[in-house]
């Protein structure tokens, strides 16, 4: 079965600087997805990146970048230039690409703190 | 528009007793989603639904686990017999994009004794 490992209960950052929140994961499968999603107060759960396994360029959105390791099985998320607005729970995500279950499995997620 | 509607807000019930949970996602909303969440697991897809219709349910822990979405305004998620390692906050999310955008629901927190 695959895991999701986010190490880091918290991360602070004072706005306008870089954070990189981490991610583990752990599979045998070659072919899938990993996702990094953002909740905040509001309890929406937004899409932030998606990287596909098979691509070896970094996923990159705006201020928000990935550094994916597939070997390592590393999936960080950077946010660079923080905003208030970037405070919120950020989960990071893995889903099979190869058939079978379309659910996702989670990390238990990062919480942002974001100082003015 | 209200958001995403759960009921109950709060459950606490006997071991071996059966629980249901009500959700009403926001209208016009084609996706809904059914999520545990526990301090030992995290959060967990359980199933989701699209058109009413389930599509992946492989995220339910067991048998005693079971959902339905009899209309678009409406999904229910049962525990029958609940048991105490069932207890977590249960969400209820709905999306018109399917993955991209979610809308989360308060939660039920459920205590199973």
């Known amino acids: 079965a695959q895991t999701v490992t986010q190490s880091q209960p918290e991360m602070s950052v004072q706005e306008a600087e870089t954070v990189t929140l981490s991610c583990t994961y752990d599979?045998?499968?070659?072919?899938?997805?990993l996702f990094w999603y953002k909740q905040p107060p509001s309890r929406q759960m937004i899409l932030v990146i998606r990287q596909e396994a098979y691509k070896q360029q970094n996923a990159t959105e705006n201020r928000f970048s990935v550094n994916f390791q597939k070997a390592a099985k590393s999936f960080s998320l950077k946010i660079s230039d923080s905003q208030l607005g970037d405070a919120a729970m950020y989960f990071c995500a893995y889903r099979s690409a190869s058939g079978g279950s379309y659910i996702p499995t989670f990390g238990r997620g990062t919480s942002l703190i974001v100082h003015p | 528009d209200a958001g995403v509607i759960q009921s109950p807000r709060h459950e606490v019930t006997e071991m071996g007793q059966e629980v249901t949970l009500r959700c009403k996602p926001i209208?016009?909303?084609?996706?809904l989603f059914w999520y545990r969440q526990t301090m030992m697991r995290g959060l967990e897809l359980l199933i989701y639904?699209?058109?009413?219709?389930?599509?992946?349910d492989s995220g339910m822990p067991e048998d005693r686990f079971s959902a339905k979405m009899p209309n678009a305004s409406f999904s229910t998620l049962k525990i029958q017999p609940s048991e105490p390692r069932d207890s977590a906050v249960y969400f209820c999310?709905?999306?018109?994009?399917?993955?991209?955008?979610?809308?989360f629901g308060p939660g039920t927190r459920l205590l199973v004794l």
């Open positions: 599979t045998s499968e070659s072919d899938y997805y």
């Open positions: 209208s016009g909303h084609d996706y």
């Open positions: 639904f699209n058109n009413n219709v389930p599509i992946d």
């Open positions: 999310a709905s999306s018109y994009v399917g993955w991209e955008t979610q809308y």
